[in-house]
């Protein structure tokens, strides 16, 4: 595969979306730091040099721009197959795209993508593991972690690094034969979300209730107090 190593860049998303036309669908492109590591919601992604996985892994399926959330789950997916794989600990999916583990946050993904009305153009899914950082700045110690830090061991970056792209190819190949709906099962049983009371943000709106299914599409669906289900597509979700 077309892999491309950095000792530092601003974003390995900033890159990815540079070079998205230029390199093969499948590019991945990882960093041993970022200087301006980007978020969802316009936050940034902390991380410490060389003790984290920061990659961005340019795809280019033939999809509409509506399937990416379901794109997000699968990469998601794949985070908790590896970690499990090189760590023997399960981790879950924080609906759409965290990955928790003892109840605080270990990865992140940030999906960018570039689109027409009905088809995209490339989708850049980055994904940042804090695998053996050991401090974190004080307004992030109560809800993030790093593998190190839960499993009390350091971590081999190179294996997990492996293991994620191995099964990002064998998921993401699942998913354009078969569908989302092919891996949906899997998704629903490491989420953490589903069966819930939770609190989403959504654009400016706040939606209490609970999280009863992904749907075919990946979004999440909830079922409020006064019994109207609704799916959303994105949000920031709180599990109460
Ligand atoms: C989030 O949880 O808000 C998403 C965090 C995504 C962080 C990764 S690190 C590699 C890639 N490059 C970035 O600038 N962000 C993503």
Partial sequence: RNYIHKES????????KELAYKVPDGTVIVAEEQTKGRGR???????????????????????????TVALTQVAALTVVK??????????????????ILNSKKVCGILTEMSSEI????????????????????DDLKEKATSL????????????????????????YKEYEEKGFESLRPLILENSITIGKEVRVIYTDREIRGQAIAIDKEGKLVIKTEKGEEIALLSGEVSVR
Avoid at 82 to 99: L, Q
């Fill in 82 to 99: 590896a970690i499990e794989e090189v760590c023997s600990v399960k981790t879950k999916i924080k609906w759409p795209n965290d990955i």
């Fill in 9 to 16: 860049l601003s974003s390995t998303n900033d890159m990815a």
């Fill in 41 to 67: 919601m316009g936050r940034s992604w902390f991380s410490e040099k060389s003790s984290c996985i920061l990659t961005s892994v340019i795809l280019k399926p033939q999809i509409r721009p509506e399937k």
């Fill in 118 to 137: 009905d088809v995209v153009n490339y989708i850049v899914i980055g994904i940042g593991i804090n695998v053996n950082c050991t401090e974190f700045p």
């Fill in 148 to 171: 190190q830090l839960e499993l009390e061991k350091p971590v081999d970056r190179k294996k997990l690094l492996a293991s994620l792209l191995n099964n990002l190819e064998i998921y």
